[in-house]
């Protein structure tokens, strides 16, 4: 049973609204490809290629200004006295395609798309006078192509052996019932056979001068003709055969005087139409043509499926849920081998748990796999964002990319999309000097941006790299000064790396006046903010002179972690195992205190460290007590925090918290062991925050006891409530 109407067409919209945006990008792409090359032939084809499908497509869902306006650009790509300006005006295309869009799937009001309409044509005839362009403009615009599926229908139709025949039918111009005539026109063409295709469609605003039809039949030329020649109402009729050759040129209704089938336009001014569509017909069915045909066929590979992404990740939750019965599965197992050591049944239970287990683990890692997508698909917006930035900025800048084949999961790479644009559009706008400049430090005069990608673990790094001037540290300082964001002791105090953390501060910003690009503080901390949201980290590295490099440290995804655990105050915390390089076991004696803060002499390194807990009350046995310190690694930063005692590994769900059960930013999540004990997950980033600025202040008391006062331990239940109204309020 099929669907009603609306829902269908609802689908077939959502279908173009995914395709016709990867189309917009591949229009970037190669207009940006036409610039380096001016003139490539093969560039060409394809920007012609990718307008002609947007078209179809958009003529096909009824979104007419937007078809129109693609088969007017065609018009521009068949002219070779056009090609230096044919880039320029296909990245302005692609901005007013993608603007139509987002009006046509909001369903708000149509950009202006007059100006871009008045150049292409200025393009498309730029021998035409006045009077004739404005004529002209307006043929263009109404003229019509065959849609994506009636192509296909014809070409199916050939490829089966069936014999094809173009049709054209004028209207008698003395005909008081046009309308009328192009309905027994249609009869007469049913009653030869199947009309694969047919012009105007029913109720088509275009003046009703003719009849064009695509018509699959056994019968002769000249029996369709003189089938259609009805006296007082048609006449004229021309019927040319179908070949898969001449199928290009030939899809193009007559009506259509600058036919994007071919390289050449058709002149306007020749004295007669007529003769010109007698040409047209006839060379047609004489020889092919000598351009690439369009693609009459669906892109894409047939054995891709588009799947809601909100079933992914109801598929990973309960992916979730398995691994927490596979830990309860687990230590229930433990619990019966401690108790009965002999039972033959112990190693039947082990072997079925290690059974489990390894499908289990596969089954997550292929719905892992499921989510993740390429940095490519986020990396490849960026050529056009590099080209416009360094125009505005008067710059030269190269874009290097590499690792873009690296697997991220969708959600994460749709949230960094924000901070990855300011971070290159910071790199060019302050990052990389001038011409001018650059020949003066004896650098090339092109700026080099470097974008990378690669795994490190269960985490992607993702590098913004730029060979620059680098990041002046006093300076920073001075306008964090300047701002009042710092205090003199404070500024005095601070290292250079963590100097460079202000630049991640909102309100920052070392730009000494306000343009369209920078000076008004925002940005930056963007980055900060996102990747915090993320669970992830930012590096800065710098090299006066030599450039600036932004790392972006990223979890493969969000809901599953390998986490090691540990106890504070008799509760259990967790941190993911990879933000840890390395456990060192001590005693209290071993921790001393320098400038408020204590430290532990790791050996030749001298490592401060952050308290979770309280410190232990002076007491003659309190020296002697065992810590354990888990030694953070962030870029140049590394310190240590003091623990009481280790728990071990494991794989956690990670449960988010609404803001009633937690009330420090601290503890970004929780999870339920296998034997209903919550697990509390440390925010490594808010970790690393408080660690900063307790060593650019004099208050020492902000290094420890980070935990103490928390509220009373969850029990699962609470755990899963509080899950389940966090979940709610994001949705919200």
């Known amino acids: 049973m ?77 002219v070779e006295n056009a090609a230096a300006a044919v880039p320029e005006i296909a990245l302005r295309a692609a901005d007013v395609f993608a603007a139509l869009l987002e009006a046509y799937r909001k369903g708000t009001k149509l950009p202006a798309i007059q100006s871009l309409r008045a150049d292409i044509a200025r393009l498309a005839h730029p021998e035409a006078v006045p009077k004739t362009k404005k004529k002209t403009r307006k043929a263009v615009a109404k003229a019509v192509r065959w849609s994506e599926y009636e192509q296909l229908a014809i070409s199916r139709s050939l490829d089966a052996g069936r014999r094809v025949h173009h049709v054209v039918v004028h209207i008698d111009p003395q005909c008081a019932m046009p309308i009328a005539g192009r309905q027994m026109i249609q009869l007469a063409l049913a009653g030869l056979g199947e009309i694969l295709a047919l012009y105007p469609a029913e109720g088509s605003p275009d003046p009703l001068t003719h009849v064009e039809a695509a018509l699959a039949s056994p019968k002769s030329s000249e029996q369709v003709r003189e ?65 690439e045909p369009a693609p009459i066929v669906p892109s894409g590979p047939d054995n891709l499926l588009r799947v809601d992404a909100e079933r992914i990740d109801s598929v990973l939750n309960l992916v979730g849920e398995l691994i927490l019965a596979k830990s309860m599965l687990q230590q229930t197992l433990l619990e019966f081998g401690q108790r009965f050591p002999k039972d033959a049944l112990r190693g039947k239970f082990s072997d079925a748990m290690a059974f489990q287990a390894r499908v289990l683990n596969d089954l997550q890692h292929s719905v892992m796999k499921i989510r993740m997508v390429p940095v490519d698909q986020l990396f490849r917006r960026f050529p056009r964002v ?51 400049e650059r020949s003066r430090a004896g650098k090339q005069p092109q700026g080099t941006l470097r974008l990378d990608a690669y795994h490190q673990g269960n985490q992607v790094v993702i590098e913004v790299t730029d060979d620059g001037a680098g990041i002046d540290a006093d300076k ?58 993320l669970k992830g980290t930012v590096e800065i590295e710098t090299t006066r002179g030599r450039g600036t ?4 440290r990223l979890p493969l995804t969000l809901a599953i972690i390998r986490a090691l655990m540990f106890r504070v105050e008799d ?14 076991r001590t005693v209290e004696a071993e921790i001393h205190q320098v400038e408020h803060y204590d430290v532990l002499q790791l050996r030749n390194d001298v ?37 009481d005692a280790m728990e071990g590994e494991d794989e956690l769900v990670i449960k988010a918290l609404d803001d009633h059960s937690i009330t420090t930013d601290l503890v970004s999540g929780a999870s339920i062991l296998g034997d209903g004990r919550v697990v509390l997950i440390l925010n490594m980033l808010a970790l690393m925050e408080r660690f900063t600025r307790g060593r650019a202040s004099s208050d020492g008391p902000r290094m420890t006891g980070l935990l103490s006062g928390l509220a009373p331990a969850m029990s699962a239940r609470e755990i899963a409530l509080s899950a389940t109204r966090a979940q709610a309020g994001g949705q919200g």
Request: with cysteine; proline share 5%.
């Open 386 to 436: 590099v080209r416009d930035v360094a125009h505005q900025c008067g710059k030269q800048v190269e874009l290097v990319i590499r690792g873009g084949q690296t697997d991220l999961d969708k959600s994460i790479l749709d949230a960094i999309a924000e901070p990855l644009t300011h971070l290159v559009r910071n790199a060019i706008g302050h990052g990389l000097e001038r011409a001018e």
């Open 476 to 533: 920073v300082r001075q306008r964090a000064l300047s701002q009042g964001l710092l205090k003199a002791e404070q500024a005095a105090r601070m290292s250079d790396s963590d100097t460079l953390e202000l630049i991640l501060q909102p309100g920052f910003s070392t730009a000494e006046e306000i343009t369209s690009l920078s000076g008004r503080g925002v940005g930056l901390d963007v980055v900060q903010s996102v990747l915090a949201r």
């Open 607 to 643: 490592l401060p460290l952050l308290r979770l807990g309280s410190k232990p009350p002076a007491a003659p046995a309190a020296p002697r007590s065992k810590v354990f310190v888990l030694v953070i690694n962030s870029g140049e930063r590394k310190f240590g925090v003091v623990v």
């Open 549 to 552: 490099t932004f790392r972006l």
């Open 2 to 78: 099929s669907g009603p109407p609306d829902d269908r067409m609802s689908e077939l919209h959502q279908l173009f609204f995914e395709s016709a945006g990867e189309l917009v990008q591949q229009l970037n792409e190669e207009a940006l490809r036409l610039e380096k090359i001016p003139g490539d032939a093969e560039a060409t084809r394809s920007l012609r290629r990718t307008v002609h499908t947007l078209k179809g497509d958009s003529a096909a869902c009824s979104f007419r200004e937007l078809s129109e306006l693609c088969h007017e650009f065609e018009d521009v790509l068949t």
């Open 227 to 291: 089938k259609c020649n009805i006296p007082t109402i048609a006449g004229n009729v021309k019927v040319t055969a179908l070949r898969a050759k001449t199928l290009a040129s030939a899809l193009c209704p007559a009506a259509d005087t600058h036919s994007a089938g071919s390289d050449q336009p058709k002149k306007d001014d020749s004295g007669s139409s007529r003769a010109v569509e007698d040409k047209s017909a006839e060379a047609a069915s004489a020889a092919p043509v000598s351009t």
């Open 571 to 584: 509760r259990l915390y967790a941190l993911p195992l990879n933000a840890v390089a390395e456990i060192a």
